[in-house]
Nanobody, 122 residues
């Protein structure tokens, strides 16, 4: 089970730190990712991290503004988002898959959490 939290309403230029708590044995064997979906749009890749936390990748629209991290001792993953823009407004989802590598495709993940709403006002 995955549970994302930390969303909210923030002004443009502000920051948010999303968390994803994972109820799973052997969390450290899972690759993790963040995706987002705005109304009327396709689900979009935001960031992903491998199971060790040593490798990560980011979507082009957020690169340089967000940082993904994980704490395997706490069964948790995080997304620090800075310099937020109105176009970052979306529901953000965390996802997991048993894997060695960083996964960017949504259809490769087999576990998804409920999303958390991020709204950025201009």
């Amino acid at each position: 089970q995955l549970q994302a939290c930390g969303g909210g309403l923030v002004q443009a230029g502000g920051s948010l730190n999303l968390s994803c708590a994972v109820s799973a044995h052997f969390f450290s064997l899972y690759s993790m990712g963040w995706f987002r979906q705005a109304p009327g749009k396709e689900r979009e890749f935001v960031a992903a991290v491998d199971r060790s936390g040593g490798s990560a990748d980011y979507g082009d629209s957020v690169k340089g503004r967000v940082t993904i991290s994980r704490d395997n001792a706490k069964n948790a993953m995080y997304l620090q988002m800075n310099s937020l823009k109105p176009e970052d407004t979306a529901v953000y989802y965390c996802a997991a898959k048993l894997s060695l590598r960083v996964i960017k495709r949504a259809d490769e993940y087999n576990f998804w959490g409920r999303g958390t709403q991020v709204t950025v006002s201009s």
